[in-house]
């Protein structure tokens, strides 16, 4: 005769089992859905930093010296800009040289938009730039000698320097 071992556990009832199946589903998914949701969002922002660069890959400026003028009365500086490449550019801010000087200034230009195929003439007023020790003195700072114009696309800019002669000036 054998005997049989009556055992004091019982097992989950089938409610319970079915409770932390839905439990654990339903965790999964929330942790997956976070997940899935943090990639497509760096994704997202990757993409956008591509197709700006793509767009900023046909992009070109060129300063016409030419018609370059220094109105020293008026602080300021104008210059013929064109935009060359197949695609709108902002310029974002100037860098300016000055005579007696040796960093250069920066001057807000406020994301200053140049269609494609077009030209604008740029009027500067070259006193209000900011250096590392605040606001310039354009009397101390003398006349600029050399000015870039940086966009919004990296490495995308032009530079206009003083000729030999002097700027032309405004009379």
């Known amino acids: 005769m054998s005997q049989f071992h009556k055992s004091s556990r019982k097992g989950l009832s089938p409610l319970v089992a079915a409770t932390l199946l839905i439990a654990f589903t339903l965790s999964s998914a929330a942790i997956l859905t976070v997940w899935v949701t943090d990639i497509t969002n760096q994704q997202k922002a990757e993409s956008t930093r591509f197709e700006e660069k793509i767009a900023c890959a046909g992009s070109n400026i060129q300063a ?6 220094w109105d020293a009365d008026n602080t300021t500086f104008s210059i013929y800009i064109r935009n060359k490449g197949v695609n709108t550019i902002l310029i974002d801010e100037y860098l300016v040289w000055y005579e007696f000087r040796s960093t250069p ?8 938009k140049i269609e494609k195929d077009k030209a604008i003439m740029l009027d500067i007023n070259v006193s209000k730039g900011v250096s590392d020790f605040g606001y310039i003195n354009i009397s101390e700072a003398g006349e600029p000698i050399k000015i870039k114009y940086l966009t919004t696309c990296d490495g995308v800019f032009s530079q206009v320097q003083r000729p030999m002669l002097g700027w ?4």
């Open 168 to 171: 032309n000036t405004v009379s």
């Open 64 to 69: 016409n010296l030419d018609f370059a003028k």
């Open 105 to 112: 200034v920066y001057i807000d230009a406020s994301d200053l």
